[in-house]
């Protein structure tokens, strides 16, 4: 077995990738990266979402990915109904990598589901 320490990547495959870049920057705040042959990623402190398109030996799959945030949840909620987006499910409590966490869940442009957290110190 081999110990892992944190998540470093996450590949997404998507149907447009600057509408993607554009979502993930406007909700969260990622930055566009460039690496290997121009492929393309979105930067978080440590680790990459990469982003394929089909034809590229992709194939269009539903992802669920999970951000924590420290921003409080009441907060999370009000930005996300200010940029139009329809909240899934949540708040709702769950399992996380190091803590419980707080969940709400909203879908990207490709249907992929997005978890936004608040981790949950253990008492």
Partial sequence: ????????HVVLTVSDIEQTV????????LE?????????ALALP???INLAEPGDGARIQPV??????AV???????GLAR?????EEGPILRTGARHPILS????????????????????
């Fill in 64 to 69: 669920e990915i999970c951000f924590t945030t």
């Fill in 22 to 29: 554009a979502f993930y920057g406007r909700v969260l705040g």
């Fill in 46 to 48: 440590g680790q990459k």
């Fill in 104 to 123: 709400v869940y909203v879908r990207d442009p490709d249907g992929h589901l997005v978890e936004i957290s608040n981790e949950v110190p253990k008492t």
């Fill in 1 to 8: 077995m081999i110990a892992v320490d944190r998540l470093d």
């Fill in 83 to 87: 940029l139009g987006l329809v909240v």
């Fill in 72 to 78: 409080p949840m009441a907060e999370i909620q009000a």
């Fill in 32 to 40: 566009r990266i460039t690496y290997g042959a121009g492929r393309t």
